[in-house]
């Protein structure tokens, strides 16, 4: 079994790709069913990129809407001005009218918020927010299967119903085509939720 992990970002999907065709280099695949493997997997893909991860997304941009205005800037962390001021720009206070020490302190208070704001309200790392590529090759006949694993929010794109093509544009429910196309260009597709992964899984025949 072949791997590989990427973050969860739409435009990892080349790589991805690259390492399928890269797999099958070898064999004497057919270049029709590698086209039907590769519309599937970039629509899964890109789905799960979308999608899988968007509730802790919500969580975290509202999380940073709440922060009170107050705790933005602990005072106690302000340094003091006479440390932040380089030793050669110091100006003899003889020299400093009451106005300019009150502008220059505003200024560093100034200069403290913005740094200790960004510090907080910078948006966090989530190393978590991948999704692994797995896949098999078998010979005799030659197939391949390709598992699309991600730790988002659970859902089975399987569990709703294929969509009626039959109807007008006017007349059909959105959603549900993407995880159509998959099933008409795969020879069989599976989804089970393991251990806080979602695991879709593809098999396609390529003689």
Do not use: C, W
Not at 7 to 28: H, T, Y
Not at 151 to 178: A, C, Q, Y
Not at 193 to 207: A, C, P, V
């Amino acid at each position: 079994m072949d791997q590989i992990t990427v973050p969860a970002r739409k435009e990892n999907l080349s790589r991805v790709l690259e390492f399928i065709g890269r797999k099958l280099e070898p064999f004497p695949y057919n270049a029709t069913a590698l086209l039907r493997l590769e519309l599937s997997v970039e629509e899964a893909f890109v789905n799960i990129a979308s999608y899988a991860y968007q509730l802790n997304k919500e969580k975290i941009t509202q999380q940073e809407e709440i922060i009170p205005q107050e705790e933005i800037i602990p005072q106690e962390e302000i340094i003091p001005q006479e440390e932040i001021i380089p030793q050669e720009e110091i100006i003899p206070q003889e020299g400093i009218t009451n106005h300019e020490k009150i502008t220059v302190q505003e200024e560093i208070t100034r200069q403290e918020e913005i740094t200790v704001e960004e510090e907080i309200t910078a948006p966090e790392e989530t190393a978590d927010e991948e999704i692994t590529v797995r896949l098999i090759i078998y010979e005799d006949p030659l197939q391949i299967m390709v598992q699309l694993i991600d730790s988002g929010n659970r859902f089975n794109p399987l569990g709703k119903e294929d969509p009626d093509i039959s109807k007008g544009i006017e007349e059909k429910e959105p959603g549900g085509l993407g995880i159509f196309l998959i099933k008409k260009n795969v020879d069989q597709v599976h989804y089970e939720y393991q251990e806080g992964k979602n695991i879709l899984t593809l098999h396609k025949r390529m003689d």
